[in-house]
């Protein structure tokens, strides 16, 4: 299994409260992301990152922020929690590989982290 | 934008044969991914199609058509433990960035 991590794993926090959730890798990979999955639903691009300080935006960006500054270590922040964060948040890290069919992604999950906003 | 259809459920017996359908509609394309989760989980990589084509691995296969924007993952001799959620997702950049359908509820029955 790759060696991803993610911490707290359960956590419950008031409306306006500030909220960072951490994503720690073993595997030095150089891409990771955040997600967000609600029930009925996929999994939901947050924001990801392609390098040490190099971070996007994803699909659902709006209300989080995140910052990357070694290698190992990917945070989430939610800057003031609203109910509609209630979620469970997926960190995945990946590399992209060369095989003979062109470029390869796979990507490793962490255990997830599961936030309730009251 | 970038948007994925795929069934919301499927049932079968233990010991057929399923396909579970994925269209895309992306506006880059790199590659089509599948990936399983089981209830309380997290997902985990079961296949990728860079190319037209089927990739074989064990039980699983996946079929991409990029011309057609559809790939399909097929489980064959279906066993009680492939009761899960299947999740196709495109990858619409190099670094990876993808974007997940809405997941296939299998329950594979006695």
């Known amino acids: 299994d790759a060696g991803i991590t993610q911490s707290p794993r359960h956590k419950v926090t008031e409306t306006g409260t500030p909220v960072t959730l951490r994503c720690h890798q073993t595997?030095?990979?150089?891409?990771m992301y955040w997600y967000r999955q609600d029930p009925g639903h996929g999994l939901r691009l947050i924001h990801y990152s392609y390098g040490v300080k190099d971070t996007d935006k994803g699909e659902v960006s709006d209300g989080y922020s995140v910052s990357r500054s070694k290698t190992e270590d990917f945070l989430l922040t939610l800057e003031s929690a609203t109910s509609s964060q209630t979620s469970v948040y997926f960190c995945?890290?990946?590399?992209?590989?060369?095989?003979?069919?062109?470029?390869?992604?796979?990507?490793?999950f962490g255990p997830g982290t599961r936030l309730t906003v009251l | 934008g970038q948007s994925l259809e795929q069934p919301s459920e499927v049932t079968a017996v233990e010991g057929a044969i399923v396909q579970i359908n994925c269209t895309y509609q992306t506006s880059g394309f790199y590659g089509l991914s599948w990936y399983q989760q089981h209830d309380g989980g997290a997902p985990t990589f079961l296949s990728y199609?860079?190319?037209?084509g089927l990739e074989e691995t064990g039980r699983f296969s996946s079929f991409l058509s990029r011309s057609d924007s559809y790939g399909y993952l097929l489980l064959q001799e279906l066993q009680m433990k492939d009761s899960a959620s299947y999740f196709c997702a495109v990858r619409s950049t190099n670094a990876g960035k993808s974007t997940f359908g809405d997941g296939t509820t299998l329950t594979v029955k006695p």
């Open positions: 995945a890290i990946s590399d992209v590989l060369g095989t003979s069919g062109g470029s390869y992604n796979e990507q490793f």
């Open positions: 199609n860079a190319l037209d």
């Open positions: 595997e030095n990979h150089r891409y």
